[in-house]
């Protein structure tokens, strides 16, 4: 999983900058963003329409862990912590 580090920001820019209309639509920059990750469908955009957005799912998943509903596993728990110190420190 990436964070929203340096490296994704510069993509995020560089890829509004050549498309400024993705700064509108979310879900056309993800499919960008995934495209350039190697995701070639070329559905991609027209499923990503159709179903839940991924933020809309992590923060409901985030919501649910907050009020201690669900609980991600000790390692996952750990890991996200690394990576978000890591997060904090390239932005």
Known sequence: MKINDKPMRDTIKRLVKSNPTLANDD???IASIWYLEGWKDPSLYANLKKVSSPET?????AKLVEEGVIKPSKEVEEWRYKEYKQARMSI
């Not at 799912?57 to 998943?61: A, M, P, W």
């Open 27 to 29: 879900r056309r920059l």
């Open 57 to 61: 799912i992590r923060r409901t998943r």
